[in-house]
């Protein structure tokens, strides 16, 4: 069996475009969860908060525990997945876990005018959602921050935790 390699941390860290390129890399799958919500149900995510952020984070456990059911795929989660706790025992079970950092200013830069996230207002807003959080993607025991670096120099770290771990 080959673990899973999950990519995790807050938005604008660049999960899925690092996964998409380690998932090249390792000729392994990418899944990426916010797409398999969109698929499953029809609607953006920007729709289903609209609806309800409860709603949507139900899909998303649903979605990181049947992902986790996987191996030998290459797994990027929303920013706020593994905040739940079952989402984040299973996957970490799975395989290694890597939570990619960025500060408030990369995060700005990459994604602040992002009208797919509906939790990317104002500075002010995503300042206090990134500090609310930090003790959660502190809490990973591999981090990789990509402040400064290009997706192929993360990707580089990424691999070389993959290789140590894996
Ligand atoms: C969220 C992050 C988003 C998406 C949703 C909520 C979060 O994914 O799941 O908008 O709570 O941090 P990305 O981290 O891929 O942008």
Redesign the pocket.
């Known amino acids: 069996m080959t673990p899973n390699l999950v990519l995790a941390g807050?938005?604008?860290t660049g999960?899925?475009t690092v996964g998409q390129l380690a998932a090249d890399r390792l000729e392994m799958a990418f899944l990426d969860t916010?797409q398999l919500i969109e698929a499953l149900t029809g609607r953006t995510?920007p729709e289903l908060?609209a609806q309800s952020e409860a709603i949507f984070r139900k899909y998303?456990s649903i979605v990181c525990l049947q992902s986790s059911l996987l191996d030998g795929a290459v797994i990027?989660v929303?920013?706020?997945?593994l905040i739940n706790e079952k989402a984040r025992t299973a996957l970490e079970a799975s395989g290694l876990v890597i939570c990619l950092t960025a500060t408030l200013d990369t995060v700005m830069q990459r994604?602040g005018g992002s009208r797919s996230?509906?939790?990317i207002g104002t500075r002010e807003e995503v300042g206090a959602l990134l500090e609310a959080r930090t003790p959660h993607y502190e809490s990973f025991r591999y981090r990789v921050a990509t402040d400064g670096r290009t997706p192929y120099q993360v990707l580089d770290e990424v691999m070389e935790l993959w290789q140590y771990v894996s």
């Open positions: 807050f938005m604008g999960k899925s916010d995510i908060f998303e990027s929303g920013g706020g997945a994604v996230r509906p939790l």
